[in-house]
């Protein structure tokens, strides 16, 4: 990830501890590094900060968009599921391998097992050397309590990848060291990250402002647990999961049994954060007050805003727009996203396309839609600036002319740059040219104000019903989209408001690397990607007429609910059992 940097600097010695950690596949491999190297970074300030620091450096590398890169295409989780169509997808690699359902413990992508035990790793050679750092005491509380959050943070990247895997405590071991590790049980891991999130948010700042923005905070620990018990009240986490009938693996990837109090302790999680009273949605109706929900259009290009609580620090960069942006302003223009994600926006007077009285036309279908859809994806018509004389100007992009029976010639046309007739637009500064001018001040977003409220809802209508809290809690986020009435209406059932939530979630959240995992929890993936995928051909001819068309058939196995462990890890270390079904 070449251009996707950490806001600080780290020194040649840290960096020689670092890399030789990052090289090995995790805890099974000692960490190559001389006693003069430890040495002289423990015992400097500086450089056993930036130690410290770049452990930051992969806290985003699950979700990213560039999680998948081989040759000249790159694509993240959303190419992975029923989000998006990747690019060069005739190529062998780990998004086509989940999309076509080919996945197997020999050629699954190894990056979640490797980077996270790498980071868990120098945590513990960073708690080990710690006493003797020349920092302060209040400095070693403060930087005791982010190495835990880290900690935390990337074994909840390892159990929503695997389940339960093996806790290694604040072990370092070396290669003379006897391996019998195991795979600890999901109630295990989950309570370990809870006591790792406690202990971090005890001794942290409620936020992070001016140069210590992007390091972990209390609002942090405390949604980071928001996170881990609504994904351990889950279905795909409780009853055993899918190891229910394998002997001995149901309490290792799930809990082997049911608690509804799970989803109480989830909504306790979600309002703790909501009671710091410390983030709240960013909204924006001065700037542009004919585009209604033009602060979740904005929020993404802003560095510093009201609504993250985590995010993954970056220079200035046009990070997004060389990768999601059209080929004609320098983008790579992938992935495309798919028309069954198009069709999930519903209309901007909050109902669903289908409901009666939506107003939805099939004939002019992106008109009066949810204003997040023209946020997040571009279709054809689309309006964009261009610059001319330095000299902003609005146009409408069209990609998608006299498909029929010609391709248009276009560069970004349908079946050339976009395999579905879609680019993807959240997150991309529309001020900003990758071939051209400007730069981004963007970083990515980790854990932001709206996830928690989604959270809070979901929990608490499983845990309760759809009470004024719920309620209160999606049409804050529908009111900042701009949907014009916000309200829901009166009286839903909790299976009802169950799929409000599921469809809020799907479009509030989208590209940012929940979607993959949210349908696995619900276990509904082997629904969701396990079908046709579609784009959309637009003729201008003697009318305007719009045609989907096939694109790739997704397929599902029940084995993909969590990922394979790596072989290579479980030839290692045959103790370590593999996941159901592989």
Same mark, same amino acid.
């Given at each position: 990830?070449?251009?996707?940097?950490?806001?600080?600097?780290?020194?040649?010695?840290?960096?020689?501890?670092?890399?030789?950690?990052?090289?090995?596949?995790?805890?099974?491999?000692?960490?190559?590094?001389?006693?003069?190297?430890?040495? !002289?970074?423990?015992?400097? !300030?500086? *450089?056993?900060? +930036?130690?410290?620091?770049?452990?930051?450096?992969?806290?985003?590398?699950?979700?990213?968009?560039?999680?998948?890169?081989?040759?000249?295409?790159?694509?993240?989780?959303? @190419?992975?599921?029923?989000?998006?169509?990747?690019?060069?997808?005739?190529?062998? /690699?780990?998004?086509?391998?989940?999309?076509?359902?080919?996945?197997?413990?020999?050629?699954?992508?190894?990056?979640?097992?490797?980077?996270?035990?790498?980071?868990?790793?120098?945590?513990?050679?960073?708690?080990?050397?710690?006493?003797?750092?020349?920092? !302060?005491?209040?400095?070693?509380?403060?930087?005791?309590?982010?190495?835990?959050?880290?900690?935390?943070?990337?074994?909840?990247?390892?159990?929503?990848?695997?389940?339960? %895997?093996?806790?290694?405590?604040?072990?370092?071991?070396?290669?003379?060291?006897?391996?019998?590790?195991?795979?600890?049980?999901?109630?295990?891991?989950?309570?370990?990250?809870?006591?790792?999130?406690?202990?971090?948010?005890?001794?942290?700042?409620?936020?992070?402002?001016?140069?210590?923005?992007?390091?972990?905070?209390?609002?942090?620990?405390?949604?980071?647990?928001?996170?881990?018990?609504?994904?351990?009240? +889950?279905?795909?986490?409780?009853?055993?999961?899918?190891?229910?009938?394998?002997?001995?693996?149901?309490?290792?990837?799930?809990?082997?049994?049911?608690?509804?109090?799970?989803?109480?302790?989830?909504?306790?999680?979600?309002?703790?954060?909501? !009671?710091? /009273?410390?983030?709240?949605?960013?909204?924006?109706? =001065?700037?542009?007050?004919?585009?209604?929900?033009?602060?979740?259009?904005?929020?993404?290009?802003?560095?510093?805003?009201?609504?993250?609580?985590?995010?993954?620090?970056? @220079?200035?960069?046009?990070?997004?727009? +060389?990768?999601?942006?059209?080929?004609?302003?320098?983008?790579?223009?992938?992935?495309?996203?798919?028309?069954?994600? %198009?069709?999930?926006?519903?209309?901007?007077?909050?109902?669903? =396309?289908?409901?009666?009285?939506?107003?939805?036309?099939?004939?002019?279908?992106?008109?009066?839609?949810?204003?997040?859809?023209?946020?997040?994806?571009?279709?054809?018509? =689309?309006?964009?600036?261009?610059?001319?004389?330095?000299?902003?100007?609005?146009?409408?992009?069209?990609?998608?002319?006299?498909?029929?029976?010609? %391709?248009?010639?276009?560069?970004?046309?349908?079946?050339?740059?976009?395999?579905?007739?879609?680019?993807?637009?959240?997150?991309?500064?529309?001020? %900003?040219?990758?071939?051209?001018?400007?730069?981004?001040?963007?970083?990515?977003?980790?854990?932001?104000?709206?996830?928690?409220?989604?959270?809070?809802?979901?929990?608490?209508?499983?845990?309760?019903?759809?009470?004024?809290?719920?309620?209160?809690?999606?049409?804050?986020?529908?009111?900042?989209?701009?949907?014009?009435?916000?309200?829901?209406?009166? *009286?839903?059932?909790?299976?009802?408001?169950?799929?409000?939530?599921?469809?809020?979630?799907?479009?509030?959240? @989208?590209?940012?690397?929940?979607?993959?995992?949210?349908?696995?929890?619900?276990?509904?993936?082997?629904?969701?990607?396990?079908?046709?995928?579609?784009?959309?051909?637009?003729?201008?001819?003697?009318?305007? =007429?719009?045609?989907?068309?096939?694109?790739?058939?997704?397929?599902?196995?029940? @084995?993909?609910?969590?990922?394979?462990?790596?072989?290579?890890?479980?030839?290692?270390?045959?103790?370590?059992?593999?996941?159901?079904?592989?």
């Amino acid at each position: 990830m070449k251009k996707h940097f950490i806001a600080w600097v780290v020194p040649a010695t840290v960096i020689l501890v670092i890399f030789s950690a990052c090289q090995k596949s995790g805890f099974l491999d000692q960490t190559s590094t001389t006693s003069l190297n430890e040495a !002289s970074t423990f015992s400097d !300030s500086a *450089n056993a900060m +930036s130690f410290l620091n770049n452990i930051y450096a992969n806290i985003g590398f699950a979700s990213d968009p560039k999680r998948f890169s081989g040759g000249n295409f790159a694509a993240g989780l959303d @190419a992975a599921s029923d989000e998006a169509e990747g690019p060069n997808a005739s190529s062998s /690699n780990g998004f086509v391998q989940f999309a076509t359902g080919t996945v197997n413990p020999t050629v699954v992508p190894d990056d979640a097992w490797r980077i996270c035990y790498s980071n868990i790793r120098a945590v513990n050679q960073y708690l080990q050397h710690l006493p003797v750092i020349p920092f !302060s005491a209040a400095l070693k509380t403060s930087t005791r309590a982010e190495a835990h959050f880290l900690r935390g943070w990337y074994y909840f990247m390892l159990l929503e990848h695997y389940g339960g %895997v093996p806790l290694i405590g604040d072990s370092i071991y070396t290669t003379k060291d006897p391996m019998t590790q195991v795979r600890n049980s999901f109630k295990s891991c989950v309570n370990y990250i809870l006591a790792e999130c406690d202990s971090a948010a005890n001794n942290l700042p409620v936020t992070r402002t001016g140069s210590e923005y992007g390091r972990a905070s209390k609002g942090a620990a405390l949604a980071l647990k928001s996170r881990l018990l609504l994904y351990a009240a +889950s279905p795909l986490f409780n009853n055993g999961g899918i190891g229910k009938d394998v002997p001995a693996m149901d309490s290792i990837v799930a809990y082997p049994d049911q608690d509804p109090n799970r989803w109480a302790l989830a909504a306790a999680a979600a309002k703790d954060v909501i !009671s710091l /009273n410390a983030y709240s949605l960013y909204i924006d109706s =001065t700037t542009n007050p004919s585009e209604p929900g033009y602060g979740f259009m904005k929020l993404f290009t802003l560095r510093y805003n009201t609504e993250y609580i985590l995010a993954h620090m970056m @220079a200035s960069n046009k990070y997004l727009e +060389s990768l999601w942006d059209v080929p004609s302003r320098g983008g790579s223009g992938g992935p495309f996203p798919y028309q069954e994600l %198009v069709d999930a926006f519903g209309m901007a007077n909050g109902k669903l =396309t289908g409901d009666n009285g939506s107003g939805y036309d099939p004939a002019n279908p992106y008109k009066n839609r949810d204003p997040r859809l023209d946020y997040t994806i571009m279709h054809d018509s =689309t309006l964009r600036i261009t610059y001319g004389a330095n000299q902003p100007t609005p146009i409408k992009l069209y990609w998608n002319t006299s498909v029929s029976p010609a %391709v248009a010639a276009s560069g970004d046309a349908v079946h050339k740059g976009t395999s579905t007739g879609y680019y993807i637009n959240k997150m991309i500064d529309p001020s %900003v040219l990758n071939n051209g001018i400007g730069e981004a001040q963007r970083c990515l977003p980790l854990i932001r104000y709206a996830e928690i409220l989604l959270n809070y809802a979901e929990a608490q209508n499983e845990a309760v019903g759809p009470d004024k809290t719920v309620y209160d809690a999606l049409e804050a986020i529908r009111q900042r989209a701009g949907l014009r009435p916000y309200k829901l209406p009166d *009286n839903l059932s909790q299976d009802d408001m169950r799929q409000v939530i599921h469809h809020e979630r799907r479009v509030e959240l @989208a590209f940012e690397g929940f979607r993959f995992f949210d349908v696995r929890r619900w276990m509904i993936a082997d629904s969701t990607d396990n079908q046709m995928m579609h784009g959309m051909e637009v003729d201008r001819g003697a009318s305007v =007429t719009y045609k989907e068309f096939n694109v790739r058939k997704h397929n599902f196995r029940r @084995a993909m609910y969590l990922w394979p462990l790596p072989l290579s890890e479980i030839s290692k270390l045959p103790t370590l059992k593999q996941n159901p079904l592989y």
